[in-house]
């Protein structure tokens, strides 16, 4: 079967804020990471973040993920304060992640692979009604399934659905992430570097899952070095340099601004 091309949604408009950072500052020991930085994501928009290397993005991504706590701050997710909140609970309210280098369970199929992104919400019943295979049991899985399947097609890995994850190149391994962290229909998703070693056509692939998930209402946040990819992908775009925020706006606007142009486009 043909794998369905996702379609390019506009953003949601005029949403409240589900993601907001304020004042956040980090430091390592005497190395100032970030200070100051605000940062607002609406639901149903890309938001990029961009900076040269060393200018405290993954710093953030770290904080907005509950891997490191701000030194100084606050962070609000989904009308929660989650700025003492550890990153399970984080994923909980619908924030999923990303990372530099894919991070897939290598050992296991395809399959198995998004459907472990769909496991932690326990099985309905516990080790009983598995042992059991009570009917609210096997209707749970089959509904696991079903979405399962679905995420794959959505993702052109369904003919790969037998494979082991390790066998597979690094471009697909970046779309089968992406499949397991979308199966369970975050929020919010935060994507480290997600084009980094792709080809053009697989990042363009990428690029067109994104703007169809946020069609579908998820906020997307991205750090990326492809500014040919942040530019067509996001709808604005925080520059970070030296740890502060040097700009935000729409990509036109940051494409226009001298400041970034100096720091960081040349
Ligand atoms: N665990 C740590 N201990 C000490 N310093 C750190 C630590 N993590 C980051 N830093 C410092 O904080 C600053 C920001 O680093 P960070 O990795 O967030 O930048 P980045 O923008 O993600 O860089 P890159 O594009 O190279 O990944 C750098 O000066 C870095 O050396």
């Known amino acids: 079967m043909p794998t369905p091309t996702p379609t390019a949604a506009p953003p949601v408009t005029g949403a409240a804020p589900l ?3 304020s004042s956040v500052s980090k430091r390592f020991g005497g190395v100032r990471a970030l200070t100051d930085v605000d940062l607002t994501v609406a639901a ?33 997710f989904a009308d ?26 290598s050992w296991l199929s395809v399959e198995d692979n998004v459907l472990a992104g769909l496991e932690w919400h326990g099985g309905g019943g516990g080790v009983l009604a598995d042992l059991l295979s009570l009917p609210s049991r096997r209707t749970l899985e089959h509904q696991r399934r079903e979405r399962v399947a679905e995420v794959l ?12 994850a390790g066998a597979l190149p690094l471009g697909q391994q970046r779309l089968l992430e992406l499949a397991r962290a979308i199966a369970d229909r975050p929020r919010l998703l935060l994507l480290d570097e997600p084009t980094s070693g792709l080809a053009h056509a697989e990042s363009d692939r990428f690029g067109e899952l994104v703007l169809s998930l946020r ?7 991205l750090v990326e070095h492809d500014a040919a990819f942040v530019m067509r992908t996001c709808d ?6 030296l740890g502060s925020v040097l700009a935000e706006g729409t990509p036109a606007e940051i494409q226009a601004n001298q400041a970034v142009r100096d720091a960081y486009l040349g």
């Open 44 to 76: 149903g928009t890309v938001q990029g973040l961009i900076g040269p290397n060393g200018a405290g993005k993954t710093t953030l991504f770290d904080i907005i993920s509950g891997i490191t706590p701000a030194s100084e701050g606050t962070v609000h």
């Open 153 to 164: 097609e959505w993702c052109g890995l369904t003919e790969l659905r037998k494979v082991s």
């Open 236 to 241: 604005r775009i925080t520059v970070l340099d």
């Open 19 to 21: 993601l907001r950072l």
């Open 215 to 221: 069609g579908e209402g998820c906020a997307v946040v």
């Open 80 to 105: 929660h304060d989650v700025t003492a909140v550890s990153a399970t609970r984080r994923a909980r309210l619908g924030m999923r992640r990303t990372f530099q280098r894919a991070q897939v369970f």
